[in-house]
């Protein structure tokens, strides 16, 4: 709710010097809300699989879990505590808005400062990131610092013995910021917050030396903390504006590293590292011109950052003393990095400017240009060949029983990237409801990446918007984008050394593969009756990717939206949505046998043969609400919603002999993110009396998810019908079907206090002269004295109101073609008339028809569209407030029975009004 006391003090605020006496009172508004809340939970048990890879997999049932229940949200029974106090005087202001006091999602915001001098702010957001509670693990003490395993190779295969631990993350962002402009056009601000983030992330680790060993996931600690530090200054004209910024972010970590026992090594201790301590540092100088020719206004921005970082580099690794599996020993194997120390440094730069104007009456245009340039000269690290045991020496060579060798590993070019984007965008109003736009763009990467150097984007986009007729508008978009890249298959990304005989020589990252998108979008609202409203949106997407063998070849995105809202606004009314979507792509791969054609076609055998997926992914949504005020203080809503989604990966095979069926079996076909999610609502609000109301509520949520990626503890699932080979992998289980029901109960008290409203005093306006009549001849008066020097001009005030019909449609926050108009005329021409702009006060109001609340939302909704109006058209936003009053200052009062008599009578009171304080130009 918006505050009352700009409107209270109209009379005060606009009065001139005497308003301003230190004696004004400070008025203060808000409320606060007290109760609690009883959740009832229940977490989904997590079924996975255990057993070694060389048997069949056993079903195991893990324990229950709850955190997705309560995800970013604290959902424990709880007391439930809200507080929105604002007050302040036509000199100052203050608010303070806090709520969850206690809770793990606890946030405040404090806001003060003296009108046109400063303004300070102080917050807090606390956000906690639940991941998954009772995650097993085989290692002793989980999301420690050391976390070791068994004696034995391999470890405890049960589940049922393993050790629990929860996966989650707390973080807490605390800061402030002050600013400082001394009723100037300059200002000065300074900002700085910390963001702390701890508890225990996912992490994983290889197994062994190779990926054929398997990976392990374990609980990593966190413990970070960033600290951000900005300094603002610039200059705020009706012309022009202008800014220099500077961000000092400084990065730590209280966890240097973790050791944890690698199995594949007889269980000796593997080390992580955590993120090293950096620092960012940032320059940024924007501005903008505005009144140029042609109703141009010109933007303009640039930055250039630096991150960089430091730390020793470790001389050796964990390796295994044979190449027996599992092997018999490990040791520290050092083969040499070609630099003791890692030196990170990343610089950043980006520039943009857009110039819109209107060339001709009508025309209006934008032309854009960006740039932006990622400069990586971190230190480029290799290693130099190694070998161990006791023919270690004679490495490099094959590995033995004896000996372990390990070849040089060259340094890799840091990589680092530009982008230039530049464009021109059309837009030609008919009539003042049909307009056309269009424009096209080009972006180009330049890359330090040898597969795809240059990549280049070209689009092409046109859209129609307008209204059909009075109940009945819309637009449609086509946008079509064509990416070529100058590809060098002699360079690969997943292996090196590949020939033109391979099959890898082929792949490229769909990302910078050529393609071609066409993308059309289609939205309209109807309006077939005064109480019934239709919206429907439509998206199609096709992008087919060109010169490609294998990799992705297409991929097809569909989606729809529906709403419908039923009813009077004012009365019981319902609003239904629906929601689809689908996306789906093809990939394509090949299996070749020694001296085969690595193209696709030909013969499909046991050992040489095309295979590919089909993947799919959709959604689905329906739901219903319903709002009833029952009367002036009973209100009752509910709502209820079932969503889904769907995927999957259906595997082909040339060929299902052999390989192709992989070891003789059937190609298995899994699911991915399945998901169900109900949910129900139903609150009611009871209002005493004007300070004193209650709402009680129930809220129902269920939500069921499968994904046969996450199956399995000890193990891995496989994509084929195999179970044999020599992959252990041992995963906690977190993720794996995170399904809940919860039964939310609660009920709370909110009190409201607010001053009287009393009708602001009539305003004075300056009485033009009038002709007086000729004075009868008298002797002349004695010679006065010099009379006293004139006082300082008050600042005058106008007050301008402006009625709702033509600004809006009806139930609507969006300014009509000719409420723009009605501002441009009644509103900026008068402001262009200031000389010295203190503030504008923008106030919305409804009449007396609906609830408080709805007719408080709206009349806010209404005044911040006002406002964003203005500030489109050069006036300073530091110096616009904006409030609702919803229905509490009424011009006229009505009581026809006739419910459209009484709608037409109570038209003055849906206004909104703008008063403007400053010194008026003299003429």
């Not at 023919?391 to 990237?417: D, Q």
């Not at 063998?549 to 239904?576: K, N």
Request: aromatic fraction near 12%; hydrophobic fraction near 30%.
């Amino acid at each position: 709710m918006r505050t009352k006391l700009l409107a209270i003090l109209v009379a005060n605020l606009f009065a001139g010097g005497s308003a301003l006496a230190a004696d004004e009172p400070f008025i203060w508004n808000g409320s606060g809300t007290l109760g609690g809340r009883l959740t009832d939970t229940e977490g989904a048990e997590r079924n996975g699989a255990y057993g070694t890879s060389g048997t069949t997999l056993a079903p195991f049932t893990g324990p229950r879990d709850e955190a997705k229940a309560n995800e970013y949200r604290d959902l424990d029974n709880n007391v439930i505590s809200v507080i929105d106090a604002r007050g302040g005087n036509s000199k100052y202001f203050f608010r303070f808005f806090g709520e969850n006091f206690g809770a793990d999602d606890q946030y405040f915001d404090l806001r003060g400062g003296a009108y046109g001098l400063f303004k300070a702010q102080l917050y807090q957001d606390k956000i906690p990131h639940y991941l998954s509670w009772n995650a097993l693990t085989p290692l002793s003490n989980p999301g420690g610092t050391k976390q070791t395993g068994a004696g034995t190779y391999p470890p405890y295969q049960n589940p049922a013995t393993w050790n629990s631990f929860d996966y989650g993350i707390q973080r807490d962002t605390t800061g402030g910021n002050f600013e400082v402009s001394l009723n100037s056009p300059w200002f000065v601000r300074a900002d700085y917050n910390q963001v702390e983030t701890t508890g225990v992330k996912v992490n994983s680790g290889q197994l062994g030396t190779g990926s054929s060993n398997g990976i392990i996931e374990l609980g990593m600690p966190v413990d970070t903390m960033t600290k951000n530090a900005t300094i603002e200054a610039g200059y705020t004209g009706k012309t022009w504006n202008i800014k220099l910024a500077f961000l000092d972010s400084k990065f730590d970590s209280g966890v240097g590293q973790v050791a944890w026992s690698n199995f594949y090594m007889q269980n000796a201790l593997d080390t992580f590292y955590s993120p090293p301590e950096s620092e960012l540092k940032k320059w940024s100088l924007s501005g903008s011109v505005r009144s140029l020719p042609f109703d141009s206004a010109l933007v303009a921005r640039f930055t250039q950052s630096k991150l960089t970082n430091s730390f020793a580099v470790d001389g050796y690794g964990l390796k295994p003393a044979g190449s027996q599996s599992p092997p018999t020993g490990v040791g520290y194997l050092y083969t040499a990095p070609s630099s003791s120390n890692f030196d990170g440094d990343h610089k950043t730069t980006t520039a943009a400017v857009s110039l819109t104007s209107t060339p001709v009456a009508k025309l209006e245009s934008r032309l854009y240009y960006s740039y932006y340039d990622k400069e990586n000269n971190s230190t480029a690290i290799g290693y130099a060949a190694g070998g161990q045991g006791p023919a270690g020496s004679t490495c490099p060579g094959s590995n033995t029983v004896s000996r372990y060798c390990l070849g040089a590993l060259a340094p890799i070019e840091p990589f680092g990237y530009e982008k230039t984007e530049y464009g021109l965008d059309l837009a030609y109003r008919f009539t003042p409801r049909h307009k056309l736009s269009g424009g096209v763009g080009v972006l180009l990467v330049d890359r330090h990446l040898e597969p795809a150097p240059e990549t280049e984007d070209r689009s092409f986009w046109l859209e129609y918007r307008g209204r059909l007729l009075d109940n009945f508008g819309g637009r449609l978009t086509y946008r079509y984008t064509e990416r070529r890249s100058e590809f060098d298959h002699s360079y690969t990304n997943n292996s090196s050394g590949q020939t033109p005989a391979q099959v890898p020589y082929y792949f490229a990252a769909y990302d910078v593969s050529n393609s071609d998108r066409d993308k059309v979008k289609l939205q309209f609202d109807w309006t077939p009756l005064p109480n019934l409203a239709v919206n429907f949106g439509a998206t199609w997407q096709q992008t087919d990717y060109k010169d490609l063998y294998y990799g992705r070849l297409d991929d097809t995105r569909t989606t729809y939206d529906l709403t419908v809202t039923y009813g009077d606004p004012s009365a019981f009314h319902v609003t239904a949505i629906g929601n689809w979507g689908d996306v789906e792509f093809n990939q394509a791969y090949r299996n070749i046998a020694s001296g085969q054609s690595p193209l696709p076609g030909g013969p499909q055998t046991a050992t040489t043969f095309d295979w590919g997926t089909a993947n799919t992914q959709g959604n689905w949504l329906v739901g219903l609400q319903a709002d009833w005020p029952v009367n002036e203080k009973l209100a009752v809503m509910g709502s209820v919603s079932y969503g889904e989604t769907d995927g999957g990966v259906d595997f082909w095979s040339g060929s299902y002999a052999g390989a192709g069926g992989y070891q003789g079996g059937p190609l298995v076909n899994y699911v991915t993110d399945n998901t169900e999610t109900t949910r129900i609502n139903l609150k009611a609000d009871y209002r005493f009396n004007k300070s004193w109301s209650m709402t009680a509520g129930y809220a129902y949520e269920k939500y069921d998810y499968a994904d046969d990626q996450m199956r399995g503890y000890q193990g891995y699932y496989p994509y084929y019908q195999n179970l044999g080979g020599t992959n252990n992998s041992w995963y906690s289980g977190a993720y794996a079907n995170p399904g809940y029901t919860n039964n939310i109960f609660y009920l709370t008290a909110k009190w409201t206090w607010d001053p009287p409203i009393t009708p602001p005093p009539a305003m004075k306006v300056a009485q033009a002269p009038v002709s007086a009549p000729a004075p009868a001849v008298t002797p002349p008066p004695p010679k006065p004295a010099a009379p006293a020097a004139a006082p300082a001009p008050a600042p005058q005030v106008q007050k301008i109101t402006l009625d709702s019909k033509v600004l809006f449609d009806f139930d609507k926050a969006v300014l009509k073609p000719e409420g723009k108009a009605a501002i441009d005329s009644q509103v900026v021409g008068k402001l262009a008339q200031v000389q010295k702009l203190e503030v504008v006060l923008v106030t919305g109001h409804t009449d007396r028809l609906g609830s408080d609340a709805y007719n408080q939302k709206l009349s806010v909704k209404r005044a911040d569209a006002v406002r964003d109006y203005l500030v489109g058209k050069g006036v300073d936003k530091a110096r616009i407030e904006t409030l609702g009053m919803g229905e509490k200052q009424p011009v006229v009062q009505c009581e026809q029975k006739n419910r459209k008599e009484l709608i037409a009578c109570l038209a003055p009171n849906r206004r909104v009004e703008v008063q403007v304080k400053g010194e008026a130009t003299r003429r």
